[in-house]
């Protein structure tokens, strides 16, 4: 599969191929994180969350990580398709809170 | 998206003047939010409600107020627009407001607006 490092804006992966994108998460209290997918001209749509208390949630196609130790949360998409071209944002919210804090976000291209 | 609409879909308008968005819900969720998203700044929170008539603040709310007289409408004002309020604006709803477990946001599908 392919992966991007963290901060970087862009992946480009093969269709079929595994993607993996990361995010750096701010807060050491945020206790829960959502993944979110947004379409072109289209407002962001909820793939997957996952609770602090958890390591790992698996989805249809995807899989979110979760690495408190270093505030580390990953997406991985299993064979990816060109449907899954979008930009994705993950998203911390801190106990007590009533707000999400979104990253800037992934644009993954899928080539054919 | 179902249960959560915004109007206008796009806007432009001219420096100075007044606009009002709109982010209208028929799922009588309690929590109701605005963000903005720009280039290289991913969404970031403008105003949020927790109930009607109980407002507060986020991160870039200079310029903007906002008003909720009722469960499924939450207005967005620009006082006196400006170009940099040029963006695409987004309304979210949420049951919960902290998330709970597979909760999340609901988003609109967001109004561009153009100050020129």
């Known amino acids: 599969g392919e992966s991007v490092g963290l901060h970087l804006p862009t992946l480009s992966v093969q269709e079929g191929d595994n993607s993996i994108i990361n995010c750096a998460y701010s807060?050491?209290?945020?206790?829960?994180f959502i993944w979110y997918k947004q379409e072109s001209g289209k407002g962001p749509q909820f793939i997957i969350d996952i609770r602090s208390n958890m390591d790992k949630r698996q989805g249809q196609r995807v899989t979110v990580l979760l690495n408190k130790t270093v505030k580390h949360l990953s997406l991985q998409i299993a064979a990816t398709q060109p449907g899954d071209s979008a930009v994705y944002f993950c998203?911390?919210?801190?106990?007590?809170?009533?707000?999400?804090?979104f990253g800037a976000g992934t644009t993954v291209t899928v080539r054919a | 998206d179902a249960g959560i609409t915004q109007s206008p879909r796009h806007k432009v308008t001219e420096t100075g003047t007044p606009v009002t968005l709109r982010c209208h819900q028929t799922?009588?969720?309690?929590?109701m939010y605005w963000y903005r998203q720009d280039p290289g700044h991913g969404l970031r929170l403008i105003h949020y409600?927790?109930?009607?008539?109980?407002?507060d603040k986020g991160e870039v709310s200079d310029g903007y107020s906002v008003s909720r007289s009722k469960t499924e409408d939450f207005l967005l004002t620009l006082e006196s627009a400006t170009s940099s309020q040029t963006s695409v604006y987004f309304c979210?709803?949420?049951?919960?407001?902290?998330?709970?477990?597979?909760?999340?946001?609901?988003f609109g599908s967001g109004t561009r607006l153009t100050v020129v």
């Open positions: 807060n050491s209290a945020s206790d829960y």
């Open positions: 998203a911390e919210n801190p106990p007590n809170d009533y707000k999400l804090s």
């Open positions: 799922e009588n969720h309690r929590y």
């Open positions: 409600s927790y109930g009607v008539k109980d407002t």
């Open positions: 979210a709803i949420s049951e919960s407001g902290t998330g709970g477990f597979s909760d999340g946001y609901t």
